[in-house]
């Protein structure tokens, strides 16, 4: 079984500073693209950056300049770098991955979610 384990986010001020990471773990034969995204209430989820496994990254336009996507591939972890906050980036974030399992298959999974706060 394949768990996605987000820890990080909490609550910032605007202006500041948070950090996110996403470990894979479980049993699988490798991580190719992997994201997060983030849901505020009453709005529909969506993508915020993206990143290839050999790197290549794309944001959303409400974040370029302020958050930075990465990716450990030998310890299978996934960050975002969220800085000069904005009460906006409110939401609850999520971690998403397209895992290749050992029947050569790409999965879809989730993490469960961090609640991001930020104070104006």
């Known amino acids: 079984q394949v768990l996605l384990v987000q820890s990080g986010g909490g609550l910032g001020q605007a202006g500041g500073s948070l950090r996110l990471s996403c470990a894979a773990s479980g049993t699988f034969l490798r991580i190719d693209d992997m994201g997060w995204y983030r849901q505020a209430p009453g709005q529909q989820r969506e993508l915020v950056a993206g990143i290839t496994r050999g790197g290549s990254t794309n944001y959303a336009d409400s974040v370029k300049g302020r958050f930075t996507i990465s990716r450990d591939n030998n310890k299978n972890i996934l960050y975002l770098q969220m800085d000069s906050l904005k009460p906006e980036d409110t939401a609850v974030y999520y971690c998403?991955?397209?895992?290749?399992?050992?029947?050569?298959?790409?999965?879809?999974?989730w993490g469960k979610g961090t609640l991001v706060t930020v104070s104006s």
């Open positions: 998403n991955a397209h895992i290749q399992n050992l029947m050569f298959l790409i999965e879809t999974y």
